[in-house]
């Protein structure tokens, strides 16, 4: 892995030298964002630039501490790598500035797609987009003699299919660990079978309907065909079943792909067989049960005008189109110019064309993540109704959201 | 000792405790009366990739930098945090209270109340690590007492190793164990003979794990405690009681352990404060679906992608609470012995 990674360092610098890509910078750079392969591409290709330092700050813990190390004056970061999700976040502390006069002066090469508008001001610029879609064992659903399937209702006759003829015990992968896992599979469904978090036009949550009911029935099916802990199981367990051949048919982030085959240790006829498709609808709907994300960077407000000038130049440098090779391309779906679509790109691509609608970029939707993740366990383990467990979802973001004054 | 003299003695002590225990108290305690501003909401188009353009809310900074400005603390809420469903759930008490009908119904219905679930987890790791980790505590330390002295501080060695480890390796080890494909769990599997039994999906297996981990964890501070005592002991009240014909269990029952007292005293305080306190094994055991603590819910709240810092603060006002509410019969005992004393 770290030989990997110096490999991936040295063929970047040396494509970066050869293409003549110059990067210099007047002031200090610091990167905070989440550690996948595709951000660690960004955070080397950022600390070419020279003239000053550019550190970065790679970890999965990124979000517990981006808000407070953007909002010192000096911020310890001047720029946080981060998602539809987060950047809400950081946008209702008010620790991120407007990027117009940047662009205007510096963003000659990046492409309209990439800047994020809210309203007239571009807070964040993207680089790559992501969506959980389906991945399977081709040889696995072969043997079973199953078609692979287009929808969630199709999936369970797949699960069925493969445990009865005794293939598998457990043939569905999920990321169902309580918390924000959870109930990302349950934003995922809820939006396939049509619902809405909140209602028109307000901060009123929207949840405990016929959607919200019918979510939670799909996912407690699928469970049955999961391993029995699936509720202690994030991405990265359930890519490790996947992985050491446990599991045949998963709904998984499209910035995974590349590395299901890969990775360390991954059996052969994984490998071999694994396959990528289209998210699945459910319950008769038109769009995915699952949703769109873009992955970029947004420039801290509380520094000089020196830094964020810097931190804009190098991390634009981050996401040139000359840190695009062999070795980064498959990482992920990059918004760059030039990039050339890779087998593992499928997936995400077929979600946007599809229609899957992007999580949304609400201020109050992070509230209502944290009591979707709290309290739908219980019906997980058949503890209560689905319609009790949504009234709980409903009254505990509540509480949450009268506090920060999302609600009256 | 004369006052002045004790109060320049306490000076630093003083100032330190002000500085490092009395300000963040009162720090905590100003952050759960206070709440963030009403947010302004605005419509505004909003426009990222693949998806192009939309209309979203998002708040409007220039009108909450106003009113942040005008009070910086946020707007005062008194205690309706502390009493919201988050916390002590004082409205959604009263309903059950009101409309269950049996005790049994009502514990089932406060358990719906994530405030009440935490806490009847807490009291119960409390009420049984407490006792089990002193009692195994005493008798590694007797056992490891009358070993020959070639092998003691082998013995020592390995009987701290579960200190020495840090809580949360030390539970994610056990956790991996108890994994449906670890050591643990596979022989459960195979002695249930249920393919589909899992440890981690069982609430109650679950806590008897945590329990488990608990006593484990916090055996050893309490065996180094017991054995530094057992080295005070005076040889010849235990000479006497042999003399008198007192058996092995006579001579632990009426001279070890009375000498012992007090520091049996020492080891249920910080215990009954750290198990009050539980957090690390919940997190490393992935137990959140099954137990929640305090501590966990103060993380919860501020690890969200909104954090929220009133409802922490409340909860560590309360945690405050709690855990002077635990100690006070041993705080009175303290104070009725200094008055004593006097």
């Not at chain 1, 199709?154 to 918390?179: C, F, H, T, W």
């Not at chain 2, 269990?249 to 080891?267: D, E, G, I």
Request: hydrophobic letters at 50%.
């Amino acid at each position: 892995m770290f030989l990997k990674k110096i490999a991936l360092a040295g063929s970047m610098a040396a494509f970066a030298a050869s293409a003549g890509y110059a990067c210099e910078i007047g002031a200090r750079v610091s990167i905070v964002g989440n550690e996948f392969a595709a951000i660690q591409a960004v955070g080397a290709a950022a600390q070419e630039c020279t003239g000053a330092e550019v550190e970065s700050n790679l970890t999965s813990e990124h979000q517990t501490i981006n808000v407070a190390g953007l909002s010192g004056n000096p911020s310890e970061y001047t720029t946080a790598i981060i998602a539809n999700s987060s950047i809400v976040a950081l946008m209702n502390e008010d620790v991120v500035r407007p990027l117009n006069d940047l662009v205007a002066k510096h963003g000659d090469g990046l492409q309209k797609s990439q800047l994020i508008k809210i309203g007239d001001d571009i807070m964040a610029v993207a680089f790559m987009a992501n969506a959980q879609h389906l991945m399977y064992r081709k040889d696995v659903l072969e043997q079973a003699g199953v078609a692979v399937p287009t929808t969630y209702e199709e999936m369970l006759d797949v699960a069925e299919a493969i445990r009865s003829q005794g293939i598998m015990q457990n043939p569905v992968g999920g990321a169902y660990k309580a918390g924000w896992n959870l109930a990302q599979e349950f934003n995922n469904m809820f939006l396939g079978y049509g619902g809405t978090h909140f209602k028109p036009g307000s901060a009123e949550p929207n949840i405990n309907t016929e959607a919200g009911v019918n979510a939670l029935n799909m996912m407690k099916a699928l469970s049955e065909y999961m391993n029995p802990d699936f509720l202690t199981h994030d991405s990265n367990a359930t890519n490790a079943e996947y992985r050491a051949g446990n599991v045949a048919i998963l709904n998984m982030w499209g910035s995974r792909a590349s590395q299901q085959t890969t990775t360390e240790g991954v059996l052969e006829e994984v490998a071999a067989g694994h396959a990528i498709a289209a998210p699945l609808t459910v319950g008769g709907g038109s769009i995915p049960a699952s949703t769109l994300w873009w992955d970029g960077w947004a420039v801290g407000k509380n520094i000089s005008d020196e830094e964020a000038e810097a931190t804009f130049i190098a991390m634009k440098h981050g996401i040139s189109p000359a840190m695009l090779n062999d070795e980064t391309s498959p990482l992920a779906v990059w918004l760059i110019e030039g990039y050339q679509p890779t087998e593992a790109a499928q997936g995400v691509f077929a979600a946007a064309q599809m229609g899957t609608p992007p999580y949304p970029m609400l201020p109050y939707m992070g509230l209502m993540h944290s009591a979707l993740g709290n309290e739908l366990a219980d019906f997980m383990q058949g503890k209560e109704s689905a319609e009790q467990a949504l009234a709980d979802v409903e009254a505990a973001y509540r509480a949450a959201a009268i506090e920060k004054g999302f609600l009256q | 000792m004369r006052h002045k003299t004790f109060l320049w003695f306490f000076l630093p002590t003083g100032l330190a405790m002000l500085l490092f225990i009395a300000l963040p108290i009162v720090s905590v305690v100003t952050q759960s009366i206070f709440a963030p501003h009403p947010a302004v909401l605005i419509e505004v188009e909003s426009c990222t990739p693949l998806v192009g353009c939309t209309t979203e809310t998002t708040i409007d900074q220039d009108a909450t930098a106003a009113l942040r400005a005008e009070k910086p603390l946020g707007r005062f809420v008194g205690l309706d945090i502390y009493f919201d469903r988050g916390h002590l759930a004082v409205t959604e008490f009263g309903e059950i209270w009101a409309s269950s009908d049996s005790w049994g119904d009502m514990f089932k219905e406060l358990g719906n109340l994530p405030f009440y679930r935490a806490m009847a987890f807490t009291l119960t790791f409390v009420a049984v690590v407490t006792p089990l980790t002193i009692v195994l505590g005493l008798v590694i330390a007797l056992a490891v007492n009358s070993l020959h002295r070639h092998l003691k501080g082998l013995m020592i060695f390995f009987s701290l190793l579960p200190m020495i480890v840090p809580p949360i390796i030390g539970s994610l080890i056990l956790f991996w164990m108890a994994d449906s494909r670890g050591i643990i769990g596979s022989a459960l599997i195979a002695m249930a003979g249920d393919p589909d039994f899992s440890l981690k999906a069982s609430t109650g297996l679950m806590w008897i794990a945590l329990l488990v981990y608990g006593v484990w964890h916090a055996a050893p501070f309490a065996f180094v405690v017991f054995y530094a005592g057992l080295q005070t002991l005076p040889s010849d009240q235990l000479e006497a009681a042999q003399i008198d014909g007192a058996t092995r269990w006579q001579q632990v029952k009426f001279v070890v352990v009375p000498h012992l007292m007090p520091l049996v005293t020492f080891v249920a305080l910080i215990q009954l404060m750290d198990n009050f306190k539980v957090f690390e094994p919940i997190i490393g055991f992935n137990a959140q679906a099954h137990a929640h603590s305090l501590s966990s819910f103060i993380f919860n709240d501020l690890g969200g992608e909104t954090r929220q810092l009133s409802s922490a603060s409340a909860t560590s006002v309360i945690t405050i609470i709690g855990v002077a509410i635990l100690l006070s019969p041993v705080l009175v005992r303290t104070w009725r012995d200094f008055k004593g004393a006097r």
